[in-house]
């Protein structure tokens, strides 16, 4: 029986992520740190209210087999840079510290498809700088999801999300032979592909959106 941490557990992919596991008889406790309640009564979840930008200060809590790290923000809800790189940045290179100070032997973390150190696009550059250094503490299975546009309902509104998704919803079917991996996907196919590879172990470190449907369709 394995005990998981959950960093992102209110968001889209994360919440789905956390009904899963709870649902999984190999996992016997979940921990969740965030900064609000998930609101579900369950005895496997452990929960730690905490300010994410602090997870240092938690390392004696943060113990666990396996680490799913499911933080990421907007431009569009988060305009300021500097916070947006705490936040898509500095919680998962942080949480991949942790993950090696304390011996964790897994660590997956979702990023984007597009995530290059050398982007001329903030959002991109971002996220490539958190692989990169996510890489760098080498937790011995480290695995990086780059999803194409996650489709799914969100509490919050993001109006030119939406009306993406809308493009999307028709466009999908076009994309095709290498344009394929461009098409949206749906946040419990990336929870589904974070299941397996925490669970079967995998030959890629970073594994793109085609890929991680692709793991998911396997899964069920």
Not at 11 to 18: K, M, P, V
Not at 55 to 76: H, M, N, R
Request: with cysteine.
């Amino acid at each position: 029986m394995k005990t998981a941490i959950i960093l992102g557990a209110t968001g889209l992919t994360g919440s789905i992520l956390l009904e899963k596991l709870l649902e999984d008889s190999r996992y016997s406790k979940i921990k969740l740190f965030s900064r609000s309640p998930i609101g579900i009564k369950n005895d496997k979840i452990e929960e730690h209210l905490i300010d994410l930008f602090e997870l240092e200060k938690y390392e004696a809590e943060f113990i666990a087999d396996e680490v799913f790290c499911c933080i990421g923000t907007t431009q569009a809800k988060t305009p300021n840079e500097e916070t947006y790189h705490k936040i898509d940045y500095g919680i998962p290179v942080n949480a991949a510290k942790l993950a090696k100070k304390n011996n964790i032997p897994t660590f997956i973390v979702i990023s984007a498809l597009g995530a290059d150190v050398e982007s001329k696009f903030f959002y991109n550059r971002t996220k490539g700088e958190m692989e990169r250094d996510v890489l760098a503490q080498k937790v011995p299975h480290t695995y990086i999801l780059q999803p194409s546009l996650i489709g799914g309902k969100r509490e919050e509104k993001r109006p030119f999300e939406a009306a993406w998704k809308k493009v999307m919803s028709v466009g999908n079917h076009l994309l095709v032979g290498p344009l394929k991996k461009y098409r949206s996907i749906h946040p419990a196919a990336i929870a589904d592909a974070m299941i397996y590879v925490a669970n079967h172990k995998y030959a890629a470190v970073r594994i793109e959106s085609g890929e991680i449907r692709e793991i998911a369709e396997s899964f069920r």
